[in-house]
């Protein structure tokens, strides 16, 4: 991920900048998220407004890649900009299978895994229970609770 960072020190963070390469992309999501988090409000915006439309041309599964291997957690304390990043990412995924899309499973683990309450359940846990019945419920837990803004740390 280095060299991809290193690629990415010379991107703008602007919602028109969508880069085709994969490393490129990478590294590019990888600064949005980063400056979701910048106490500028005018710059986390703007990073909102590309990973908006990464995720409307079909790189939601290379955010949640990116939210993964940075290891975020979404608790009480996490910045509400990547709140609202997640719930977007949680909609995007309902949105899908409503169509009767069929979704990735490795993505909607690693959206999961996120949260603390999913993160200690074992990858074998979500193919037992891959039905869609079953993965709709927990993302709709998940998507009020980031909601409701409550800590996310519950029993399921």
Not at 80 to 103: A, D, M, N, P, Y
């Amino acid at each position: 991920m280095d060299k991809g960072k290193e690629i990415g020190k010379h991107m703008l963070v602007s919602h028109s900048s969508l880069y085709n390469k994969e490393d490129e992309k990478i590294a590019h999501i990888d600064i949005l998220i980063h400056s979701l988090e910048d106490p500028d409000p005018f710059s986390a915006y703007q990073a909102s407004e590309a990973l908006h439309d990464y995720i409307n041309i079909g790189d939601a599964n290379c955010i949640v890649d990116v939210l993964h291997q940075r290891q975020i957690r979404v608790d009480e304390t996490s910045n509400t900009h990547i709140l609202e990043l997640l719930h977007v990412l949680l909609k995007h995924i309902r949105k899908q299978w409503k169509r009767g899309s069929s979704v990735d499973t490795n993505y909607v683990i690693n959206l999961l895994k996120l949260f603390p309450v999913f993160n200690e359940q074992t990858t074998d846990h979500f193919n037992d229970v891959a039905s869609s019945s079953v993965r709709s419920l927990f993302l709709s837990t998940a998507a009020f609770a980031l909601y409701r803004g409550s800590n996310l740390r519950w029993c399921h």
